[in-house]
């Protein structure tokens, strides 16, 4: 199992790379909602700072988990670029130039 946190980790690395890719394309794509289905395991660490974790459990090994509580979510995330000036982020664009008739 793994953590969501790095589940999500792991795509906004994957967006990265098709960004850096897309660089010299002659054709871009506005990056629109990312929509995530998984089934997470939830725990709970005991002790004064208790976290409560969310754990991706791979489909072929959900019965293993049957004495855990398990939920299905799905996450709509946005991404968007960070402008690193203060100014507000934008929407990922997979490539660079402008292709006329491109909004």
Known sequence: MIE???MIRELRQQLTTAVAEG????VRFELGPVEIEATVAVSREAGADSKVRLWVVDAGANGKYAHARTQRI?????PRAAAG?????RPLLIADGEVDGER
């Not at 660089?23 to 002659?26: C, E, I, L, N, V």
């Not at 799905?74 to 946005?78: A, D, F, H, M």
């Not at 000036?85 to 982020?89: I, R």
């Open 85 to 89: 000036d203060g100014s507000p982020a």
């Open 4 to 6: 969501l946190s790095e």
């Open 23 to 26: 660089t010299d394309g002659s």
């Open 74 to 78: 799905t996450l709509t995330l946005n």
